[in-house]
């Protein structure tokens, strides 16, 4: 067996980071940027208005009160998407909505509730003094020219597109998101809601690791159930990493007598059969074909998701261009505690995390046998438990969030 760094190690160094490519807006949330982006001008463009009101020289309210209020003659009005010739003078506002230019003469804005409109909307009454800028948001207060609004390798959340969009740039370059293929195995797969022969079971590895890739942002290709057959598997691979930049395949890879793929692999690939001391998900065969990354994940549906969780995730995030790999460890209490017994092996346990008064609260999900996925399902996390005689009850637990 090998440790699980070392076998993390050994995938992670053998892909590489896909080529970037100009990425329109629409289509660039979660992915990681090639360049860096500088702001080419002011944000906001203009001096403008916070709230609506009326847009006044603050030195015109000096002293206003709900008691004494000052009394100003407005001269026209001022929509967002609009702007006014008209000065300001001493004495005078005006009307201004939320957006709007500040016009020339003004230098704070009061807001609508603190004032009264009389005469028609040709005067207003002002209730409280303004100092200069109050309520006014000067023009690039948000970027100047030249501030750089992305560095090389941040991923791009809605809130970057939202910034790239309001400097004119609708397209940014990118890391491509990895096209990766997913395919069965097994003789025992069928799919369908029709009653089962005996020994049949249907394939769930397919739909779980298809929804783990999309939610991840991965595209997928959706390659079917294969039988236990070589040649089959053969072609199917084949296949799969003739369009793909990554192919997942789950079952036969273990000490089975029709575990084909990983003879399969062996034969066609530059591949690593690897026993990796961690339970659930102990067989992993990795390698490449024709250049292209093969996970051969194990069969059993819990294995297959923890499998993919620690080897497939991590590659493929490389792929994509990032550089956090891994999920974040936190640590939480086990209020019942994890029992297992030494077996050279790190387990990953299904956990639901409870947050309580601030802290963690990591509890069993269920049952915890490799075939037993609705456990998994509900888990918020899996908790880490080295080697050893487990965590008693109240003691400390690694995990990490994977839902
Ligand atoms: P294998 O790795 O092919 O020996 O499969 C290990 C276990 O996982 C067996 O009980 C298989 O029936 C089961 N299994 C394999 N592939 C799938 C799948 N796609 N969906 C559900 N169970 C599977
Ligand atoms: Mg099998």
Known sequence: MIELGEAQEYVLGRVSVLGAVATPLREACGLVTAEAVASPELVPPFAN??????AVRSIDTTGATAELRVELEVIGTIAAGSASDAVVGSGQAMRIMTGAPMPAGADAVVMVEWTESFDGGGRVAIDRAVAAGDAVRGAGEDLRPGDRVLDVGTVLTPGHLGVLASIGRYEVSAHRRPKVGVFSTGDELVEGSAPLAPGQIRDSNRYTLLALLERDGFEVVDLGVVVDDEARIEDAVRRGVAGCDALLTSGGVSMGD??????????????????????????LAFGLVDGVAVFGL???????????????????????????????????????????????????????????????????????????????????????????????????VEFFLVN
Do not use: C
């Open 49 to 54: 208005t916070a709230v609506d009101g009326y």
């Open 298 to 396: 194990p069969g059993n549906p819990v294995s297959s998701m923890v499998s993919f969780e620690l080897f497939a995730r991590p590659g493929l995030r490389k792929m994509m261009g990032h550089s956090r790999l891994h999920r974040p460890r936190l640590v939480g209490t086990a209020p019942d505690g994890f029992g297992r017994r030494p077996d050279d092996k790190t387990h990953f346990a299904r956990v639901r995390v409870d947050v309580v008064n601030g802290r963690f609260d990591v509890r069993s999900a269920g049952g915890q046998g490799s075939h037993q996925l609705t456990a998994m399902a509900g888990a918020d996390a899996l908790a880490v438990l080295p080697d050893g005689d487990g965590v008693a009850p109240g003691g400390d």
């Open 258 to 283: 029709f575990d084909y793929v990983k003879a399969v692999l062996d034969r066609i690939g530059d591949m690593r059969w690897m026993q990796v001391a961690i339970k659930p998900a102990k067989p």
